[in-house]
C-alpha cells in the first residue's frame, strides 16, 4: 500500500510536468499556470525519489543492477527533476542587490515607469568590446529587462557590425538607441537617469513641439548646406522632439504647444508685432533660445532684438571675441572641458565646443525682478574688442581681458508655484556654432542638445540621485591586528596539524 502510494507521486509528477510543458508551448503568456504545474510536478516527483531512495540503494549493490529497471527508473526521475529545475530557472531568474545602498537597484521612479509601459520598448547599446562601461550598460539593461517584459535589449559591437551602426547613424561609440512605436530616442550615457528619461520620451504619445522663427535671415532647419540646421532638426527628432517653422508676422504669436521657440541667427529686424508676440510669450512661463551673431564684420544688419532683449536685463554690444589660444583661429574661442560655468545644462558635460565669430552677453544688474546664470564664458587669454574688422588686432589699451561671458540663462520666477510658468530664456552671442559644417565638431551638437533639454524640462522630467554602494573601510589598531596575526598564522595552523596526528596515532593503533 505504502509502495502503491509512494508511485502515485511519481504518476501525478509526470503528468503534471507534462501538463505544465503543454500550457508552455500553447499559452505562453498565461505565465502563473504552467508555472505552478512545474513546480507541483517538482514537489511530487522528489517525494517519489526520496520513496524510492532506500530501494535504489539497494539495486545498487546487487550485480544486475545496472539492468535493474528501478534503478534506470530512479535515474529518470532524477534527470526529470533536474530539467524542470534547469526549464523554470531560466524563464525566470532573480537577481538580488545585496549592496547596503541598493546601487544596483533599480529606482522607485524607475519601477513606476516601467509598471506604467503599455507598449514594448527596445534598447539597442552599440558598444565596442573595448568600451569601458559596456558592462555596465549591460547590467543597466538586465535590470530594466527583469522588471518589466516590455524591455527588451541588445549590445551590438560597432566595430564588428558597421551596417547596423549605420543604419542607425551611430558616430559615437557608447551611443544607446531607444525604439517603441515606430519612434526612437537616442542617449550618449548608459545611466539610470538618462534611460529612464529616454523611456518616457519615446512612449509618450504627444511629443513636444520646438519651434524655429523664420522670416529674418535666420538658418533654415530644412538647408542641407553648410549654414543650414538640418542635422540639427535631425539630432533632435532623435531625441523625440516635434521640430517645426514658425512664421511671427502671421499674427497669431507662438503656438500654445510650443516647449520651446527658437530664433538661430536673425539678420533681418524684427517687427514691433513680432517683439510683442516674444513678449508675451516670455511672460506667460515660455522657453525662448535666442542667439545672436556679431554685427559689423562682413555686412550684417541689427536683428533689432537687442532692445527687445534689455527689457529681460540682457545686454548686447557692438564686440568681438578673440581668442588666441584657439586652434581654430583667434575669431573662434573654445570652452574646454571643465571650463564650464555651474548650470544644469552643463553638469556631467565633459566634451570642448567651439564658437564661431562670437560676441558678449552682459547683464543689466538693476532688473532686480530676474537673475542671470553664465553658461558660457572664454578663457582668462581671450579678448573682448570693439574693433571689429577683417584683420583683428589686440590693444590691451583698448579692449578688456577675458574671462568673457558669451551666454546665459535668464529666469524670474512667478508666484504660481508650478515649474511650468517660470520663464525660461537663454541667449548666446554666436548661432553658427550648431550649422550643419561644425555641429558634429566636439561637443558643439551636444552642448544645444542639452539647452534645448533643459529649456524642454526634458532634463527635469526624471530625477534620479546618483546611488553608490557604501565604501566600508575596516580600520584596526595594533593589538588587534597582533590577534588576528596569532590567531590565523599561528593558533589555527597548529591547532589543526595537531589534530590530525593526533587522529592518525589513534588510527594506527587500532
Not at 80 to 98: E, G, M, Q
Not at 220 to 225: L, V
Not at 420 to 441: A, Q
Request: glycine share 8%; aromatic share 8%; net charge neutral.
Amino acid at each position: 500500500m505504502e509502495i502503491r502510494r509512494s508511485a502515485l507521486f511519481g504518476i501525478v509528477g509526470a503528468v503534471l510536468g507534462v501538463a505544465g510543458l503543454v500550457v508552455y508551448l500553447t499559452w505562453e503568456a498565461q505565465v502563473w499556470v504552467y508555472l505552478t504545474l512545474e513546480i507541483l510536478a517538482v514537489v511530487h516527483l522528489i517525494a517519489f525519489w526520496i520513496a524510492h531512495f532506500e530501494t535504489l540503494k539497494t539495486a545498487s549493490e546487487r550485480r544486475s543492477a545496472k539492468h535493474g529497471v528501478n534503478a534506470g527508473l530512479m535515474v529518470v526521475v532524477f534527470l526529470s527533476i533536474l530539467i524542470i529545475i534547469n526549464f523554470i530557472s531560466t524563464r525566470h531568474s532573480a537577481r538580488f542587490d545585496l549592496s547596503g545602498s541598493g546601487a544596483f537597484s533599480l529606482s522607485k521612479q524607475t519601477d513606476n515607469v516601467l509598471s506604467r509601459l503599455t507598449k514594448p520598448v527596445h534598447l539597442s547599446g552599440f558598444f565596442s568590446s573595448q568600451h569601458a562601461g559596456r558592462t555596465q550598460a549591460s547590467d543597466l539593461f538586465e535590470s530594466y529587462a527583469q522588471k518589466s517584459k516590455r524591455v527588451t535589449y541588445t549590445l551590438i559591437d560597432p566595430n564588428r557590425k558597421p551596417a547596423v551602426a549605420k543604419q542607425y547613424g551611430i558616430e559615437q561609440d557608447g551611443t544607446i538607441v531607444l525604439e517603441s512605436g515606430g519612434g526612437s530616442v537616442t542617449v550618449q550615457t548608459a545611466s539610470e537617469e538618462e534611460v529612464t528619461a529616454a523611456i518616457v520620451r519615446v512612449t509618450r504619445s504627444a511629443k513636444k513641439v520646438v519651434y524655429f522663427v523664420e522670416g529674418h535671415g535666420e538658418h533654415d532647419i530644412d538647408d542641407q548646406g553648410d549654414q543650414g540646421y538640418a542635422f540639427v532638426k535631425q539630432a533632435m527628432e532623435k531625441q523625440g522632439f516635434s521640430v517645426k517653422k514658425l512664421s511671427l508676422l502671421s499674427g497669431s504669436g507662438i503656438p500654445t504647444d510650443a516647449s520651446v521657440t527658437v530664433v538661430a541667427g536673425a539678420k533681418r529686424p524684427f517687427a514691433d508685432s513680432e517683439k510683442s508676440h516674444m513678449t508675451r510669450y516670455l511672460s506667460e512661463g515660455g522657453r525662448l533660445l535666442v542667439m545672436v551673431d556679431p554685427i559689423g564684420l562682413g555686412g550684417e544688419e541689427s536683428s533689432g532684438l537687442e532692445d527687445f532683449l534689455q527689457k529681460w536685463g540682457v545686454q548686447l554690444k557692438r564686440d568681438l571675441i578673440v581668442d588666441p589660444t584657439s586652434g581654430f583661429g583667434g575669431a573662434v574661442p573654445i570652452i574646454g572641458p571643465g571650463d564650464y560655468p555651474k548650470h544644469d545644462v552643463t553638469e556631467k558635460f565633459a566634451l570642448a565646443t567651439f564658437y564661431p565669430l562670437a560676441r558678449s552677453v552682459t547683464f543689466d544688474t538693476s532688473k532686480e525682478a530676474f537673475s542671470f546664470t553664465p553658461l558660457l564664458k572664454t578663457g582668462s587669454r581671450s579678448w573682448l574688442t570693439t574693433e571689429i574688422a577683417a584683420e583683428m588686432t589686440i590693444d590691451p589699451n583698448r579692449d578688456t581681458p577675458g574671462p568673457i561671458v558669451f551666454g546665459g540663462v535668464v529666469s524670474r520666477e512667478t508666484a504660481n508655484d508650478e515649474k511650468n510658468d517660470d520663464m525660461r530664456l537663454v541667449v548666446i552671442g554666436d548661432s553658427d556654432f550648431v550649422t550643419n559644417n561644425v555641429v558634429r565638431s566636439v561637443g558643439n551638437g551636444d552642448l544645444f542638445q542639452n539647452i534645448i533639454s533643459w529649456l524642454a524640462e526634458e532634463k527635469d522630467l526624471i530625477a534620479i540621485d546618483a546611488r553608490e554602494a557604501p565604501k566600508a573601510t575596516l580600520v584596526l589598531n595594533a593589538q588587534q591586528i597582533k590577534r588576528i596575526f596569532y590567531l590565523s598564522v599561528l593558533i589555527l595552523p597548529v591547532t589543526l596539524l595537531t589534530t590530525g596526528l593526533f587522529i592518525w596515532r589513534r588510527r594506527r593503533r587500532l
